[in-house]
């Protein structure tokens, strides 16, 4: 039985992301980056950095 993994660490949804940990502890902080909190774990979910990715704007 395989698992999947239904959410991240803020330092892997910033890897994820491409950016750098402290801007991704800054979108939590602001907001852009939904998370959930689990006691003092703060986790990304899944579903949201994929949602934050295919809303990006694409390059031209």
Sequence with gaps: ???E???FTVEEAGK???I?????Y???HT???PTLRF???LVVPKKAVQDML???PTAN
């Design 39 to 41: 006691g003092k774990r």
């Design 31 to 33: 907001g852009q980056l």
């Design 16 to 18: 994820l992301l491409g």
């Design 26 to 28: 800054q979108m939590v």
């Design 1 to 3: 039985m395989t698992t």
């Design 54 to 56: 295919e809303k990006a």
């Design 5 to 7: 993994k239904l959410t």
């Design 20 to 24: 750098s940990r402290a801007l991704a």
